[in-house]
């Protein structure tokens, strides 16, 4: 398995209150990716990341910001905590596309982390 | 209507029987993502597949790219088994690599 690691791994917090939920990983992955997962949404896309400092938005990127100053760490912030964001947050990574030039890409597996459960109150 | 849609959402077994989670999609993809989750737990991919057919151990995913439809099955099926499986495609074109859609997942139970 590929290590990543979430922290923390549960959080309450208080509305109004910023939060930053940190992904770690040690596998060298050029792509990273924040999660959330709600019951009858699934998981849907916040934030990504395809390489040191270049971020873009999900489909579910309002009241969240990322960040990602090396390649290991991938941090996500809401910036004033709502009970909307209550949920359970997954960060996942991807080595990145392989294949030769001139042909299509091939996908890579993706791997996740443990999960932080997050309680807005 | 989502892109991803997997059935059945529940599925309740005996131990022994074979499973299988059906997943249709509605756009060109890049690839399909056979995940599993444990309750409470992390979420482990099992399967990547573009095209035809993947095997591991007792778990098999077949893709049908002309009819979007991918199957997981399950062989010989244990109470460890037990998870919810879910289905991810990464969409065809566009510049963002990696990006997944997910389907609703399907809950397997599997009883002794």
């Known amino acids: 398995d590929a290590g990543i690691t979430q922290s923390p791994r549960h959080k309450v917090t208080e509305t109004g209150t910023p939060v930053t939920l940190r992904c770690h990983q040690t596998?060298?992955?050029?792509?990273m990716y924040w999660y959330r997962q709600d019951p009858g949404h699934g998981l849907r896309l916040i934030h990504y990341?395809?390489?040191?400092?270049?971020?873009d938005k999900g489909e579910v990127s309002d009241g969240y910001s990322v960040s990602r100053s090396k390649t290991e760490d991938f941090l996500l912030t809401l910036e004033s905590a709502t009970s909307s964001q209550t949920s359970v947050y997954f960060c996942?990574?991807?080595?990145?596309?392989?294949?030769?030039?001139?042909?299509?890409?091939?996908?890579?597996?993706?791997?996740f982390g443990q999960g932080t459960r997050l309680t807005v109150v | 209507k989502n892109e991803v849609e997997q059935s059945p959402q529940n599925l309740t077994a005996q131990e022994g029987e074979f499973i299988t989670i059906n997943c249709s999609y509605s756009?060109?993809?890049?690839?399909l993502h056979w995940l599993q989750q444990h309750p409470g737990g992390g979420i482990v991919s099992l399967f990547m597949?573009?095209?035809g057919k993947k095997k591991h151990g007792r778990l098999i995913a077949t893709i049908n790219i002309q009819e979007k439809h991918s199957s997981l099955h399950i062989t010989a099926s244990h109470p460890r088994d037990s998870a919810v499986y879910i289905c991810?495609?990464?969409?065809?074109?566009?510049?963002?690599?990696?990006?997944?859609?997910f389907g609703q997942g399907t809950i397997l139970t599997v009883h002794p």
């Open positions: 996942a990574t991807q080595r990145g596309p392989r294949g030769v030039p001139g042909q299509p890409f091939m996908n890579t597996e993706a791997f």
């Open positions: 756009v060109g993809i890049s690839a």
């Open positions: 991810a495609v990464n969409n065809a074109g566009g510049t963002s690599y990696g990006k997944l859609t």
């Open positions: 990341s395809y390489g040191v400092k270049d971020t």
């Open positions: 596998e060298n992955h050029r792509y």
């Open positions: 597949l573009s095209s």
